[in-house]
C-alpha cells in the first residue's frame, strides 16, 4: 500500500488539518475536529448537517458553504461520526430555525444521527438518502445505499435552505429529491482502506463489479469488462427502470470514485447522455468530475434525477463551497 | 488495461464530444474536434491559445472560459495537437488584438506551435512554461518541463487579458509568473497510455519515482516509499532551492495526477504549507485537486509561485471555465 500519508493513525485528522488550511475563507474546524462548519453562519436559516465515514470526499466537508451544509462531521474511514460529533455540530450551526440531518442509508449513520436527534436541544428533522438502486440490501445498510445522490439533496435542499424556507418544507423538499434520484456504480479496481493495507476485495485484471458501493460492498455481479457503451447501457437501464417511462428533464451525475481520470468519466458521461436521450429523459443538466468517492477504487457511478422547474432553479443557485461553487 | 473507453482510436474524440456536451454554455468545439473555444469571444481582447497531448485532463480544454483560454488544442494521448489546429484555433478566437500561445516546453509542442504562429496571418507571440525542477532535460524536452504552473500562468495572465492589456504586456507577464513559479511530482504507480495497452513504466510495491514527469518520464531518482512528511520535504527543498531565500507570499498548488484521492492531496498540502512557512514562505493563496493529470497515474506535484500584490489580484480575479470557477 502507498498513500501520501504520516501514519494511518493521522491520515484522516491531518487531511482535515490540510483541508481547512487551503479553505480557510469558506469553512472552520470544530473542537476536537468533530465537524466541519462554515466560517460564517446565517441567522435564522434553518441548519443542514451531514458527516459519514471519511475516504468519500469532497463528500461531505467539501459541500460546506453557501447554498449547501452548515456543518459536515467526517467519521474515521468507512465509519460513521460518533453521535456527539452530530450534537456538537448541530448546536454550533443552529442559529434557531432548526437543524436538517442529511443522512446516508447506513445503518451506523442511521442510528447516530438518530441519538444525536434525539440528545439535540433544538428541533432536528432527518431526511435519509437511499438512491443506489443497484441492490436492496447491503454490507452495512438494511435497505438501499445512500451514494452519490446525496450531494444532489444537499444542493437542491442547501439552495432552498438559502431562501429561508422551514424545517418541514426543507425535510419534505429533500425526500423528494431522494425520491426522484437513482444511483449506480461500477469498479474497475477495489479500494485499499489504510488501516487494511490491501484491497478491500480481488478482481481480475479483466473483470469489473457491477453495482459496487462506495465502501467497495459487492454489487449485483462481477462481469468481464466491456465497452464504456455496454457498462452505460446497463447502468443506465438499471437507472431508467426505476425513474419509469415518462419523458422529462434530468440532471445526469457522473461521478469517479477517486482513481478513474476525467477523460474516462467524459466518455461515460458522452454514453450515458446518448442512452438517456434515447429514451426521452433530456439531459438539462450535468455535472462531472469525482465528488463521491470511494478512497483510491477506480470506476464511476451515474446519478439521474428527475427534474421539475423548482428542481432547476435550486440547482442552478449560486453554491460557495471547497467542492461546488458556481454564480457566486 | 480496465478503461472507460469503446476503443483506443476514439476515446479521445469521445471524451471531447463529452466534455463539450457537459459544459456547453461554457464551451463549443472547433470543426473536426480541432480545438475547444470559449461559448463566446469578447472582441477586442488578445485571445489565448494553448495545447498539448490528450491525457492530462481537465489541462487545458477545462480552462477555457472566461479569465483563462479562449481555445485550446488536444493532441492524441501524450502527443503534440498539430500546427493546423492551432492555427484554426488562432484564426477563430482572434478578434483583432493578437494571439498568445501559452506553451509547454516539450519538443513536439514547441515546434508545432512555432510553426503556427509562422502560418497565423495575425500577431501572435509565445509564453513557454518550464517549471519542472526535477530535471534540465528530459525524455520530449530540451531544457525543462512545463507541468502544472502552466495553470498558473494561464489563469494570472488569463485574468489581465481581460482587462484589455495588449499583446506584448501578457506576453511579459507570462514570462514573469512562469520565471516565479517551481514544480516537481513524484508518481507511486505508472500511468497506462490506452494505445500501449501496459504501464508507461514498471515501479516496484514500495518504491516511487521522485521527479516523474507528466508523460511518466523519469524523473530524480527512484526512492523507497516514504511519509507524507519527508516526501514534501525533499519536494518543498527542490523548490525552494530555486525560489531563493527571501521571506515573501506564495501560491501552493497540490496537483494530483488523478489516481490519488483528495484525501492525500489534503495532507500533501498540510505538509507543504508548514514546510514553506518554516522557510517564511506564507502561503497566501492555495489550490488543491486534480487539474494537470497524467492519465491513470496516481501521485502529485507541488507547484509554488512567488506572488505580488499584482500577481494575487488577477489570480483572485473571476474565473468561470469547466475545471476553475470562482467570482462569477
Known sequence: MKKFMNSVETIVPESLDGFVAAHAGLVALGENRAFVRRARLTTGKVALVSGGGSGHEPLHAGFVGHGMLDAACPGQ???????????????????????????????GDVMNFDMAREMAPGEVATVLTNDDVAVDSSTYSTGRRGVAGTLVVEKIVGA?????????????????????????????????????????????????????????EPGRRRRAMA????????????????????????????????????????????????????????????????????????????????????????????VLTPALRWGM
Chains 1, 2 share one sequence.
Open 77 to 107: 474511514v468507512f465509519t460513521s461520526p460518533t453521535p456527539d460529533q452530530m450534537l456538537a455540530a448541530a448546536q454550533a450551526v443552529d442559529t434557531g430555525a432548526g437543524v436538517l440531518f442529511i443522512v446516508k442509508n447506513y445503518e
Open 160 to 216: 432552498a435552505a438559502e431562501e429561508r424556507r422551514g424545517l418541514t418544507a426543507l425535510a419534505a423538499l429533500g425526500e423528494r429529491v431522494n425520491g426522484a434520484t437513482r444511483s449506480i456504480g461500477v469498479a474497475l479496481t477495489s479500494c485499499t482502506v489504510p488501516a487494511a493495507g490491501r484491497p478491500t476485495f480481488d478482481i481480475g485484471p479483466d473483470e469489473i463489479e457491477m453495482g459496487v458501493g462506495i465502501h467497495g
Open 227 to 318: 465497452s464504456a457503451d455496454a457498462l452505460a447501457g446497463e447502468m443506465v437501464g438499471a437507472i431508467a427502470a426505476e425513474l419509469g417511462e415518462d419523458p422529462g428533464e434530468v440532471l445526469l451525475v457522473v461521478n469517479g470514485f477517486a482513481g478513474t481520470p476525467l477523460m474516462e468519466l467524459y466518455v461515460m458521461y458522452g454514453a450515458a447522455r446518448r442512452l438517456l436521450e434515447a429514451r426521452q429523459l433530456r439531459v438539462a443538466r450535468s455535472l462531472v468530475g469525482n465528488y463521491v468517492t470511494s478512497l483510491d477504487m477506480a470506476g464511476c457511478s451515474l446519478t439521474v434525477t428527475r427534474l421539475d422547474r423548482e428542481m432547476i432553479a435550486l440547482w442552478d443557485a449560486p
